[in-house]
Every structure is written in structure tokens, then in C-alpha cells.
């Protein structure tokens, strides 16, 4: 993220915790594309949208927690990704169910034009997604982080909450175990 950009975001969060509400619906603007990425891709699926209307709730009730030592970006991004865990916590007790991942937007797929490497993107999209569910979560969780979201290590750490040793291994291997699955599924397509 641009060093402006960051700059801004301080001087917003700094307005904001001093009662500035334009201050903070500035700063949900900014990040509301990055939160819906974030709670979609941990697999909030169709409920990514009260999964970050929550998120910005607490986010704005804990403002004066934030204390500037990692971005406001990865401060708000870890309130949306503990929000979805919650999410996933009620699914499973309500439902019983494993947990769901993000799932590609029907829509996105039927706007596709007729072009061979529009299909072919759009295979290797979803062959993507669909790997990417077969992880377990806390794999899926730092490589949707990581390159997904285009989150730093230090904003991943801050994120997930885990040691940087724990980032870097998890990462690690996640990607191995990433391209693994898609090797198999490419094998079992042709």
C-alpha cells in the first residue's frame, strides 16, 4: 500500500477517534472492497455482506483501541476475518455443516464473452477456487491473505494473529499443498 495512502488512513483513524463520523465513513469506503474479498474468500460465501457491516460496527466501537502499531487496513481486515470465523462457528453449531468456502459469482461467469482465453481464464479460476476450499482453513486463511488479498507478512501476522515463524511456514507450505491439488486436478482433466 502507497505510503499516502497510509498517511491518510492515520490522519482519518486519528479524526475518527476524536468523534469524526465522516472521518470513519471515509475510512469503510476505502476498505469496503478489501473487507468483501477478505470475508468471501474465508468463505463467508452469500453472507460476506453482514460479515463486514458487523466488522465496520465493532471496528468503529473499538477505534479507540486502535493504536497505530500495525495499518489500519490490517487492523480492520483482522476484525473481518474474526467476524467470518464467527460466522463459521455459528454455521457449524447451527447446521452441523463443514465449513463453507467462497464461492465464484454465477454471474461473473455468464458475463464471460465466447473468447478461448476468456473460458480458459475462467477454468483456471474456478479450478483455483476449487483447490483452494480443498485446504484446510488455516492454510486457505494465510494464502488468501497473502495472495489474494495482497496483505505484507507484518499485515498478515497482525491479521491472523499468528507468530511471523508461523506466517512464513504456513505459507510455505499451504503453497506446495496449493499447487499439489491443482496439479492433481489438471491430471484428472486431461
Sequence with gaps: MPSEVALDDEEFVTRAQAGDLEAYEFLVARHTAAAYRTAVLL??????????????????????RYRGESSFRAWLLAIVANETRNLHRSRERR????????????????TE???????????????????????PAKDREVIVCRYFLDLSE??????????????????????????????VEEVSRG
Excluded at 452469500?46 to 479507540?64: H, M, N, T, W
Excluded at 447446521?95 to 455468464?110: K, M, P, V, Y
Excluded at 482465453?117 to 476450499?133: I, M
Excluded at 498478515?156 to 499451504?174: D, E
Design 43 to 64: 468463505g463467508a460465501g452469500s453472507d460476506a455482506e453482514d460479515v463486514i457491516q458487523e466488522a465496520f460496527v465493532k471496528g468503529y466501537r473499538r477505534l479507540s
Design 95 to 110: 447446521n452441523g455443516l463443514l465449513l463453507r468456502a467462497a464461492r465464484l459469482s454465477a454471474g461473473a461467469e455468464a
Design 113 to 135: 464473452d465466447g473468447a478461448v482465453g476468456a473460458v480458459l481464464a475462467g477454468e483456471r479460476r474456478a479450478a483455483l477456487v476449487r483447490a483452494l476450499r480443498l485446504l
Design 154 to 183: 507484518d499485515e498478515t501476522v497482525t491479521m491472523l494473529g499468528w507468530p511471523r515463524g508461523t506466517v512464513k511456514s504456513r505459507t510455505s507450505r499451504a503453497l506446495v499443498k496449493l499447487r499439489g491439488l491443482l496439479q
